[in-house]
């Protein structure tokens, strides 16, 4: 067994996946998954307020199981061969903590409070606290801390702290400061949970954070005490700097060592968000997108601090330092939706189908789950063959905003729309539009990229629909006209917190320098059709005037 094993561990948003993967060889030798079981059952969330919480026992649980049955797939003596650990996890996803930086909700008296567990990156409950953050940071005693993220949006850290501390006074009482869920797992394996000393990851600050060289850390505390008393408090828990994911955070304990089975030398490396951890997995580097394509997209892009001054980026995306690559600055953007449009498709077609099956006396009861987990799985395929075969509607247009709009010039209040229906639309033209939608938010980020001087020289798309939808990936290459790249890795926001790992451990130098020895090759590369782009230029104008026009009914509304 080699020595030379690291793991990397990611935490998604319904389940954690672990990869083991081997420096010498540069092979993946495990990989396994864990769903999380309070999550699953919808426990503490509540879909009707945007409300999505997960309990830390959850993380823990799945944690240990996942990893023992990862390294189970290997020798019995595999684990005292791991070198070094590290992870990635959906952001931003913060937590209540006391002054131990023990979870809240790990407390019996808050066990079973959702406002006392960590706050999934897509819940919204704070969008008004969104708004109020974004009119104070914009311009706090003639400083524009919101200049290198653009809105504060009520998916980041210190909304979500706002709005707990209004709704649970409570909680505000009790929680002695907040922690990032990709911090707060390297803080208990290495022991250090305190708020002032603990890891706190340079990605997770710069992009959600507000943390920033040019500020000299967080915004000044006047302009969190002009909010909330309660915010200042909190910052002065934040101590830093934040440091990058490829850092040594410290060795594992003994009492987790064990719990793994592990070897106690084994190292704890930095951390990321889950999206900024795939795209190194992917293979990023200056001049390539990294797009995952999800139930929500993530755009990614590093570019050289000096290549950025002097270019204003608010409304395009989101800067942070030493995120993604050290030594880069780590730029992201994307939509609110992406796959979770397709969903909400599936789910229409199939909710009167479900209905009528269920209460069916010609299938055999034994059958009925069978079938319709068959047309659950298959219905979005064969509506991609059947749209590959349709031509493009000039009269249909879609707007992908189903769940408000995230870049470039975040509006979360707005709504989707559909214009051009006719008794002559039939599904697949629908959802042959409502494909083109998606792709026309993410030609509107792209074009945004460039219309601000970024190169972009070609696309890496990674996530399950890039593997699974060849009509999406074609239709990207062909409207972003660029060559899009479907990265083989199978597991890249794992396979990205095992190359922070390894150059942690010290098996390798730099990040770059991980990526050449354990990348993974591109799975399919599709080129763009040069012939099909006056059609998607037209339409794409079209989606982008009924954008503005729904936008312009929105304010109507409001006044």
């Not at 684990?79 to 790990?106: F, M």
């Not at 009520?154 to 922690?179: H, N, T």
């Not at 060592?257 to 968000?273: F, M």
């Not at 494909?435 to 601000?452: A, E, K, N, P």
Request: glycine share 8%; net charge negative.
């Amino acid at each position: 067994m080699s020595m030379n094993l690291v793991l990397g561990v990611d935490f998604g948003s319904e389940s954690v996946r672990t990869v083991v993967v081997d420096c010498d060889s540069g092979k993946t030798l495990a990989a396994d998954f864990c769903v999380y079981p309070r999550f699953a059952q919808e426990l503490y969330c509540d879909s009707s307020i945007n409300q999505f919480r997960q309990h830390p026992l959850d993380y823990l649980e799945t944690f240990e199981k996942c990893i023992k049955k990862a390294l189970g797939k290997l020798s019995n003596k595999a684990g005292q061969s791991v070198r070094g650990i590290s992870v990635d996890a959906t952001g931003s996803t913060p937590c209540p903590v006391d002054i131990d930086g023990t979870p809240l909700a790990l407390l019996p008296q808050f066990s079973e409070n959702p406002n006392a567990m960590f706050y999934l990156w897509k819940d919204h409950t704070a969008i008004e606290e969104a708004l109020e953050i974004t009119k104070v940071f914009s311009d706090c005693n003639g400083e524009d801390y919101t200049r290198f993220q653009g809105a504060y949006s009520s998916e980041w850290f210190w909304a979500k702290i706002l709005y707990a501390s209004r709704v649970d006074p409570i909680i505000k009482q009790y929680a002695y400061s907040w922690v990032e869920h990709c911090d707060w797992i390297p803080a208990l394996l290495t022991g250090n949970l305190k708020p002032e000393s603990m890891y706190r990851s340079s990605c997770a600050a710069g992009h959600k954070v507000l943390w920033h060289s040019d500020f000299g850390g967080l915004p000044a505390r006047a302009c969190f005490s002009r909010i909330d008393s309660y915010l200042a408090k909190v910052a002065d828990t934040y101590k830093g700097p934040p440091q990058p994911s490829d850092t040594k955070v410290g060795i594992i304990t003994k009492e987790w060592a064990k719990k793994l089975g592990i070897s106690e030398q084994a190292v704890i490396g930095g951390s990321s968000l889950d999206a900024h951890a795939g795209a190194v997995g992917a293979g990023i580097k200056q001049g390539t997108l990294v797009k995952v394509l999800g139930t929500s997209t993530v755009d990614m892009l590093i570019e050289r601090r000096e290549n950025l001054r002097g270019n204003d980026l608010k409304d395009c995306c989101g800067q942070a330092e030493d995120s993604i690559v050290p030594g880069y600055v780590g730029i992201e953007a994307g939509q609110a939706a992406f796959g979770d449009v397709y969903s909400w498709f599936r789910r229409l077609l199939l909710q009167p189908i479900t209905a009528m099956v269920e209460k069916s006396t010609y299938i055999a009861d034994g059958d009925k789950k069978c079938f319709l987990q068959e047309c659950y799985e298959t219905v979005l395929s064969e509506l991609d063959k059947a749209a590959m075969a349709e031509p493009c509607s000039e009269d249909l247009i879609i707007v992908d905003w189903f769940n408000g709009r995230r870049y470039p010039i975040i509006n979360e209040s707005v709504k989707g729309g559909i214009y051009g229906l006719s008794l002559g639309t039939d599904t697949a033209m629908l959802y042959k539009a409502l494909v083109l939608s998606t792709i026309f938010g993410s030609r509107r980020i792209f074009d945004c990229f460039i219309s601000r001087g970024i190169a972009i020289d070609d696309v890496i798309i990674v996530g399950g629909i890039a593997k699974k939808s060849a009509f999406v990936g074609q239709l990207l290459a062909d409207i972003l006209k660029r060559p899009v790249k479907v990265s083989g890795t199978e597991e890249a926001c794992a396979k990205g917190a095992a190359i922070y790992a390894s150059v942690a451990c010290g098996a390798f130098s730099s990040i770059t320098e991980a990526q050449k020895h354990l990348f993974d090759n591109f799975e399919k590369i599709f080129m763009p059709n040069d012939t099909k782009s006056p059609i998607y230029d037209k339409l794409y104008k079209q989606y982008l005037n009924f954008g503005r026009h729904i936008e312009q009914m929105e304010n109507e509304i409001e006044k």
